[in-house]
């Protein structure tokens, strides 16, 4: 038995991306800090296809232990997959941000997923049908008024990933390292980013389940980049940022 393991689980584009894999027969390993959200999660899982192991770990990816400790209780299982999709926003001038929101924001983001990242090519590299994908923004490609510190991690996101692409490609690694970015999505994300639950001021939008698609379709693919441009259409793409190989 292999496993996809998703962070984030508990809502949004997480929540959506299980019930998609699920529907494709794959065995999950569902990761949140909220557990009565995933308990659900998992019950209603059952209910579409009872023959899903879906196995539930807790843990708060800010903290930089509880990442670690994460990938350990993931050992026991043989993975095929791995979602980094934890993440949230923050609306604000840089001058007026609040710096410890910032901070937890940086930490899963950034620190969270680079870790994690690393310690699953480590040791899933070399395995053949094994793919990284970790969820960015169309905010990882172009800067947005009072979402520049938010966009600042996102074009980590996609610059690290598209980067770790070029280096398993060039070493050889049959492993797959993706970078899924959409654009605004109906999620709980303007509502930890900005306060608002209603999006209807925003001229485009995606559902959750539209963007879980999105997800399979660059699961499917060979493309590196699955990206919402400013048109609010999905394009599968290879590597968008500049690389350079080492003389």
């Known amino acids: 038995m292999s496993y996809v393991v998703i962070t984030g689980a508990s809502s949004g584009i997480g929540y959506a991306s299980a019930f ?52 350990e209780r993931t050992k026991g299982y043989e993975l095929e997959a791995w979602i980094n999709n934890a993440g949230f926003g923050d ?57 520049v510190t938010y966009c600042a991690t996102k074009f980590f996101v996609s610059s690290f990933t598209e980067g770790l692409a070029h280096e398993l490609r060039s070493k050889g690694e049959p492993m797959k390292a993706k970078v899924l970015a959409p654009a605004v999505t109906e999620t709980e994300f303007g509502y930890n980013a900005m306060g608002i639950e209603d999006l209807s001021k925003f001229a485009q939008t995606h ?31 290879d590597p968008i940022h500049p690389y350079i190989t080492k003389v």
Request: zero cysteines; charged letters at 25%; hydrophobic letters at 40%.
């Open 91 to 147: 609306f604000a001038p840089i001058a007026e941000q609040d710096l410890s929101k910032v901070e937890n924001m940086l930490l899963l983001n950034n620190v969270a997923p680079t870790i994690l990242s690393s310690l699953f090519v480590r040791d899933y590299s070399s395995k053949e049908g094994t793919q990284l994908i970790n969820v960015s923004s169309d905010g990882g490609y172009t800067v947005v008024d009072n979402f």
């Open 207 to 237: 559902t959750a389940e539209e963007v879980a698609q999105f997800m399979l379709d660059l699961y499917d693919s060979d493309k590196v980049v699955g990206l919402v441009d400013e048109t609010n259409q999905f394009h599968l793409k």
């Open 20 to 71: 998609a894999f699920a529907k494709r027969d794959k065995n999950l390993i569902l990761v949140a800090r909220r557990e009565q959200r995933l308990e659900d999660l998992k019950s209603a899982i059952s209910e579409i296809n009872p023959s899903i192991d879906a196995v539930i770990l807790t843990a708060d990816l800010s903290k930089r232990e509880q990442v670690h400790d994460l990938y």
